[in-house]
């Protein structure tokens, strides 16, 4: 089973209200058209604007601030997960979810994640790509523990953790580098059943022809699934390549740390970006 039929079986079985917080853009509302064409879950269109024409058929609420009034509602449990950020910035989206709906008891910190799947059929999951600018070590160990756990519950597969760098195993020095190994050994201290390694570049990482030369022996290089970037600059470049240049389906920024199903959007996405989110939200709120 591919890992977007698991997410539509599940998700048909419980059929979440889940809230579209972009309820004035007419990609929200193609998007709600194509989940109740699906059959998988209730949207719910939130919007702020009076002059907005809303479609036919789809549940619809006014409120003064759209975003707000989504969380407020997700806080309050008349709504399963939210979704929004097309027409609004990630800070406005983490500012609504932090104030009003909390982050999720031992998490360490609020990040980001993207799902991908790639042409041949591999799913990976890179973190963070879209919160925290230049995570510290105790930061880095948290996105790549909330980054694992997003992999495996969305996918079901046992994930596999590469800490990126541009060196592998001590072949450059730097702070950087030192950095990525100490949140590495927190993580292992933390959660020895958890499949990690590092300082990995992104070859020996991806690759196994590279990975047994520059790595040999590592439980992760060549067979990783989930890669944690060093900072967002690299992380929020490496997702754009990977979907633009490389042609990879990206779903996200799947935000992570919150105490409810909270996704961000890019303001580049399509409809169909909107509709895929907003499955992987009501997926995650049947698993909470």
């Not at 059929?121 to 160990?141: F, H, K, M, S, W």
């Not at 070859?203 to 699934?225: C, I, L, T």
Request: aromatic residues 6%.
């Amino acid at each position: 089973m591919d890992v977007r039929q698991r997410w539509l079986d599940a998700v048909r079985r419980t059929q979440p209200r889940i809230a579209l917080a972009d309820g004035n853009d007419p990609r929200a509302h193609r998007a709600a058209q194509q989940l109740i064409e699906w059959g998988v879950l209730n949207p719910v269109l939130i919007f702020d604007d009076p002059y907005t024409r809303l479609p036919d058929g789809i549940e619809s609420i006014r409120a003064e601030n759209a975003l707000d009034h989504a969380a407020e509602l997700l806080a309050e449990g008349s709504v399963r997960a939210l979704v929004g950020g097309a027409s609004r910035t990630t800070r406005d989206v983490l500012r609504a979810a932090i104030w009003k709906v909390g982050i999720e008891e031992g998490a360490g910190t609020v990040s980001s994640s993207f799902f991908f799947e790639l042409s041949g059929g591999r799913n990976v999951t890179y973190g963070d790509c879209g919160v925290i600018p230049t995570p510290n070590v105790e930061q880095l160990a948290a996105i790549a523990v909330s980054t694992a756990h997003t992999h495996e519950q969305l996918t079901g597969e046992t994930p596999k953790v590469a800490m990126l760098s541009f060196s592998t195993k001590g072949s450059a020095q730097h702070e950087s580098v030192d950095a990525i190994k100490d949140a590495m050994d927190l993580v292992k201290d933390a959660h020895p059943e958890l499949a990690i390694d590092g300082e990995l570049q992104f070859d020996a990482a991806f690759v196994p022809e590279v990975a047994a030369k520059k790595a040999p022996g590592s439980p992760v290089a060549g067979q990783a699934n989930v890669f944690i970037f060093p900072n967002l600059e690299a992380g929020n470049i490496a997702y754009k390549i990977t979907e633009r240049i490389g042609g990879a389906t990206a779903l996200g920024p799947l935000l992570q740390g919150l105490s409810k199903p909270i996704h961000d959007l890019s303001r580049g996405c399509s409809a169909d970006d909107i509709a895929n989110v907003a499955l992987i939200a009501g997926y995650q709120a049947g698993a909470t």
